[in-house]
């Protein structure tokens, strides 16, 4: 089997999926065969795999760090949230059953054979695997059948790094105090911490370092200096979609309860002519957008409810008065049309509700989940483009005939209205191809020039950099070793 090492953190978002992704192109570089693996992801940012599979997102650009092609061995446990307590389990790739939290908690120890081997394939076929934690090991009233965190660094001997995050403050408290609530066994697969997010002269931290090991007997791999360009990656969290473009032309995007494969964003927010705001409820629509876009969702009635709730179709309707654009994308897209009817009750009681009715179509859910990746084509510009779908429902509809994308197969896809300002799609990922972008966003005035992927392949390479300037690499690929 191959060597490992897991990065765990004090809590979410202290940079754990970035910094694993830093590591594996770190390690690519250094001529080994590396993958990347979560045990289990919760996220409603999915990404599509090859073969029609899920995996959480964060795995994808992970691969990609890789040079490889994403897997559903990489996360081969997916939860996807659909309530306040219940969410959809994806297992290697492919959807089980929707289960509350409280049975999920009961019966997420039955998933470690599954994760187990999804782990062993990856290990046998790769130098390093560099396994990436979820939340924090410091949850430890949810310990008994942990397969996230320590439960699965247990079973598979896999040594784990410690990840603070002192932007937040407090990361010697965050630190300490992870090791003296754990189990004695559990805090002895820590083989070492670093620090994440640090702002300034690092020699400021350099007490602050020798405490932590003084207090722990951890042995630290380094002080990680805020990564200005994080911004850059595809984000894992719609909040920390990050817009730095100067452009006169805003595209504002709906936070919905439920938003989910935001990934279509990534792309606009690295177009230095647009502006992408995220809308929180509470707020209205801004009346200067150009475009309105309506993202995916994992229950499209639920966040149609909460759009109307927001009042965001009284601003929606006023905006296409203005003469605005407006783009919905698969949840969305199906929000725009006359009427969502779900006669199984898939999400939620059985029956049927009208929708924002910016287009003639009409959905209805259905139980059969449609998941692929699929190469199509812009019907104006004639662009090849390549995306995904993953969604359940049929869309019907006068406004079909309208179709602006054509898939693999000559099969239309998308809708649009009379005069073309309203439109809508299944497809996701679509904005990720440069000569597609280019041609729609021209639609808007804006001019595109940007290479995205190139431009994400760039900044994988920076945070190798940087992180090969910070962190003890060749301490890690020892402790790696040592199991």
């Not at 869309?395 to 309208?402: I, K």
């Not at 309203?422 to 729609?440: E, I, K, M, N, T």
Request: proline share 5%; net charge negative; with cysteine.
């Amino acid at each position: 089997m191959s060597n490992a090492i897991m990065v765990q953190g004090c809590g979410s978002n202290v940079g754990k999926s970035m910094v694993v992704a830093g590591l594996c192109r770190a390690f690519l570089r250094r001529g080994l065969r590396v993958a990347p693996f979560k045990p289990q992801n919760m996220s409603n940012n999915a990404a599509v795999t090859p073969d029609g599979g899920e995996i959480g997102r964060a795995q994808a650009l992970q691969a990609m760090a890789c040079g490889l092609a994403p897997h559903v061995d990489m996360n081969p446990v997916l939860l996807k949230p659909e309530d306040e307590t219940g969410a959809q389990v994806i297992v290697q790739g492919r959807r089980v059953g929707t289960m509350r939290a409280f049975g999920y908690t009961e019966q997420k120890q039955n998933l470690m054979s599954a994760v187990l081997d999804s782990y062993a394939r990856l290990s046998v076929a790769h130098d390093l695997v560099v396994i990436e934690g979820a939340g924090s090991p410091t949850e430890i009233n949810l310990r008994a059948g942990d397969i996230a965190n320590m439960g699965f660094a247990r079973a598979a001997g896999v040594p784990v790094v410690l990840m603070g995050d002192i932007d937040r403050g407090g990361v010697i408290a965050q630190i300490v105090g992870t090791q003296a609530v754990l189990d004695r066994d559990d805090a002895a697969m820590i083989r070492g911490f670093a620090v994440n997010k640090f702002r300034g002269d690092l020699r400021l931290f350099d007490e602050g370092v020798t405490q932590i090991e003084a207090r722990t007997g951890w042995p630290s791999l380094g002080v990680l200096p805020w990564f200005r360009d994080a911004w850059r990656l595809p984000a894992e969290d719609v909040m920390d979609v990050a817009s730095n473009g100067s452009g006169a032309v805003k595209v504002a995007v709906p936070k919905l309860g439920r938003i989910a494969n935001f990934d279509d964003l990534d792309p606009l927010a690295a177009e230095p002519g647009l502006r992408v705001q995220i809308i929180e409820p509470g707020q209205p629509l801004p009346g200067d957008a150009d475009l309105v876009l309506i993202p995916g969702s994992k229950s499209t009635i639920a966040d149609l409810a909460q759009f109307r709730a927001c009042g965001w179709d009284i601003d929606l309707a006023a905006h296409i008065r203005r003469g605005g654009h407006v783009l919905g994308l698969c949840g969305g897209y199906q929000m725009l049309g006359q009427w969502i009817d779900d006669p199984d009750g898939i999400e939620g009681p059985a029956g049927r509700v009208k929708g924002l009715g910016h287009l003639d179509i009409s959905t209805v859910m259905q139980p059969e989940k449609r998941v692929g990746t699929v190469a199509a084509r812009h019907l104006d510009s004639g662009a090849a483009l390549e995306g995904y779908e993953i969604h359940l429902g049929h869309t019907t509809g006068a406004d079909c005939a309208r179709a602006w994308l054509e898939l693999e197969g000559a099969r239309p896809e998308g809708a649009a209205s009379e005069d073309g300002r309203v439109a809508g799609c299944y497809l996701h990922g679509l904005f990720g191809s440069d000569g597609f972008r280019a041609a729609w966003l021209a639609r808007l005035g804006v001019q595109s020039d940007l290479d995205y992927g190139a431009g994400v392949e760039r900044v994988l390479d920076a945070l190798a950099d940087h992180i090969e300037a910070h962190m003890d690499l060749d301490k890690m690929l020892e402790i790696a070793r040592q199991g």
